[in-house]
């Protein structure tokens, strides 16, 4: 991530002199976009080593959720930094007379541009179809519902970073073809509007799972099984999740328990579901039971001695 951070702000200069000498608001705004990519690389890699932090006894269950609030900071680094600078540079190239330069250079750095962006949006697709192997579901599920905010996040970026060069390409030929500065400030408020959707959506994701979002249908499904199918186990009558970071999930169930089980046996059905749940789940669950009746009552261990 050091490395991709630094191949930004070096892409991010290139496309600075570029727009300048082409007199480009869309390539300037291209190079707010890869400084804007570089200070959320920043922040994720804060994430990551915040969020790997192992639990003490102010937070029993580790720092998981912090990645979600970097990632949140992030969210609003790509808003700040890329969006506001892109979309106001583009209202200013609208309303003056653009110094028009040969866009020779600016074409030069985006095709270095597609070159780097292409090859870093490939690994974090690679990385995201693997983990949608691990938890045995489709790709477009894994983007919508993974709790990794991280690898989201960077999937994310740098589809719209290729998204991002296309429309700074579009509006430097269309400036060239009209001779009209409208399409190059045209361009660079979609990039702008682009970034703000791109943030307005992991912002959205880090919120939820901040706020405390539980598993997805699948696990859900999954846990429902696991926890019904255990014998002794007579009906599942509260099911309640919760993500504590992308590896990590609460489990709380009410369980209605056979009449004839005694307390011992009760104890190995809460051991033997704990493992089940460890060994089907894609993520590291900790697991409370209630034994408890369907009416809501205590549950009540058959006295082993009888």
């Known amino acids: 991530m050091l490395t991709a951070g630094a191949a930004n702000v070096v892409v991010a200069a290139l496309k600075l002199v570029a727009g300048l000498l082409a007199g480009s608001s869309a390539m300037l705004a291209e190079s707010a976009h890869s400084l804007a990519d570089t200070l959320n690389q920043g922040l994720l890699l804060t994430s990551l080593r915040s969020g790997a932090r192992p639990g003490d006894r102010r937070h029993p269950f580790g720092y998981g959720q912090d990645r979600y609030f970097w990632s949140l900071l992030s969210a609003f680094g790509i808003f700040i930094a890329g969006a506001g600078f892109s979309i106001f540079e583009g209202i200013l190239s609208l309303s003056r007379p653009g110094a028009e330069g040969s866009p020779l250079l600016a074409y030069i750095v985006l095709a270095v541009s597609f070159a780097a962006e292409g090859t870093s949006l490939y690994r974090a697709f690679s990385q995201t179809r693997a983990q949608a192997r691990i938890r ?59 970034l703000v959707l791109v943030a307005l959506r992991l912002g959205r994701d880090s919120r939820d799972l901040l706020i405390g979002r539980a598993a997805s249908d699948e696990q859900l499904r999954a846990i429902r099984a696991e926890i019904e199918g255990t014998p002794g186990v007579d009906a599942l009558v509260e099911l309640l999740t919760m993500h504590l970071g992308p590896d990590r999930l609460i489990v709380g169930a009410r369980i209605d328990l056979s009449d004839d089980i005694s307390a011992g046996q009760a104890e190995a059905i809460a051991d033997r579901i704990d493992s089940q749940l460890e060994a089907k789940l894609s993520v590291s669950p900790h697991v409370f039971l209630d034994p408890t009746g369907r009416s809501g009552g205590p549950f009540t261990a058959r006295d082993e001695g009888r």
């Not at 905010?149 to 970073?161: G, Q, R, Y």
């Not at 998204?163 to 979609?190: E, K, P």
């Open 136 to 194: 045995r579901t489709s790709f477009q599920d894994q983007v919508r519902e993974s709790p990794d905010t991280t690898v989201k996040t960077a999937l994310f970026e740098d589809t719209a970073a290729i998204a991002g060069l296309l429309l700074a390409l579009g509006g430097l030929i269309l400036r060239q073809l009209t001779g009209s500065g409208v399409w190059d400030g045209s361009a660079s408020i979609a990039i702008g509007v682009l």
